[in-house]
Nanobody, 114 residues
Framework: VQLQAYGGGLVQAGQSLRPSCVVS????????AGWYRQAPGQQRELVAQ???????NYGGSVKGRFIISRDVGKRTVYLQMNSLKPDDTGAYFC?????????WGQGTQVTVSS
């Protein structure tokens, strides 16, 4: 099982991005999925998570601006990021529970300029 994250980039404050995370390999079961970010010198923090039944939760700083979703058929998890701020800058990592194990993607860089 591998996770491939892509879709980061360099944008100006107020703009949007939509990173994606694609799961490949043999999947017997799939659980919760989430996006985390890590800014330079900071710990990795939860940005958004989606669980069975489509239940979502978000980090306080992104509530109302980011939306996590997933397409099971496409094995893809999305993070719609709106009204981006310079504080959103960091490496974004996806995490998905597959076959009762946690897997991490390699990270995609998001840089927001003021």
């Amino acid at each position: 099982v591998q996770l491939q994250a892509y879709g980061g980039g360099l944008v100006q404050a107020g703009q949007s991005l939509r990173p994606s995370c694609v799961v490949s390999g043999i999947i017997r079961s799939i659980g919760a999925a989430g996006w985390y970010r890590q800014a330079p010198g900071q710990q990795r923090e939860l940005v958004a998570q989606i669980r069975s039944g489509g239940i979502t939760n978000y980090g306080g700083s992104v509530k109302g601006r980011f939306i996590i979703s997933r397409d099971v058929g496409k094995r893809t998890v999305y993070l719609q990021m709106n009204s981006l701020k310079p504080d959103d800058t960091g490496a974004y990592f996806c995490n998905v529970g597959v076959n009762s194990r946690d897997y991490w993607g390699q990270g995609t860089q998001v840089t927001v300029s003021s």
